[in-house]
């Protein structure tokens, strides 16, 4: 059964091109792990400063080897220079089962 693991991130209005930009130039990252189904970075539109990096995973295992693996290398930086600030202030992750799903009927 597929998981979806949403992370809430609180974004200062300052930083959302930022925390965009970021999340444009590392676009296909987790596309090639094993046991990745979907990733969308969704934008507020009104009254809130929160974004939501919404992904669907295969089964926790599959989450958690990415977590461990790429997403932990990606955070970490190991590049030259000092690592720059987070774009967000605030940090939550949320954690389902999807227990049904549904989708355009084929034409």
Known sequence: ??????NVLTVPAEQRETLEKRFASRAHAVENSDGFEWFKLLRPVEGTDTYLVYTRWRDEASFQAWMDGPMKSAHQGGGEGERPRPAASGSTLWSFEVVQQAGPKSA
């Open 1 to 6: 059964m597929s998981v979806v693991k949403i």
